[in-house]
């Protein structure tokens, strides 16, 4: 009987060892596998809120975004101005160039969008050359001064042609700083995108605030 209890005692010591290695692998393997799905999904929710030319917030996420930091700013009663950018005589690019010149000016000027704000700030490509950006904490004189800097900026880009000349870039931008107590995003949008297209009207280059229309 001694002999068969310390039998049974070395297999059963055996088979706990077996099943705890076993069981040990199979976690390992389901907290890898429970990793890499995470991981995947990250990759997948970033794609879908990228814009794969530029590297910033497409369309979609711009607007989510941008919707929430509006009413982050209205219930803490923070100043925000919005931005709406176009690239000047994007077209002429597009036609006297080619395509992929064009999307050479749109990864640069995206690029640059990228290290010209802050964390808290939001920019995004809403448009084929037109872009929006919400500056959170940001009364007008702060705004328009970014701005400037913005546009300063992409006047000294120069995109490296295959053959001729360097191409240079400017672009026109309108800014609005926000009422508090009444905007909301498609109005400040509209707002911006008017002072705008007032810049291109004023010569392309420029920056021009809205006006308030309380006034």
Sequence with gaps: MQRGLALATLLFSVFVVRATRELSHALQTSFRLTHEMAQAHRIASHAAQTDVLTGINNRRAFFERADQLLSYCQRHQHPLCVLVMDIDHFKTINDAHGHHVGDMVLRQVGELLQTSFR?????????????????ADTPMDAGLSMAEQ??????????????????????????????????????????????MYRAKARGRNRVVAASDPNL
């Design 119 to 135: 964390t808290a700030d939001l920019c995004g490509r809403i448009g084929g050359e037109e872009f929006a950006m919400v500056l």
């Design 150 to 195: 913005l546009r300063s900026d992409i006047a000294q880009l120069i995109v490296e042609l295959p053959h001729g000349q360097p191409l240079q870039v400017t672009a026109s931008l309108g800014v609005v700083a926000a009422n508090l107590g009444s905007d909301d995003l498609p109005t400040l949008l509209q707002r911006a995108d008017e002072a």
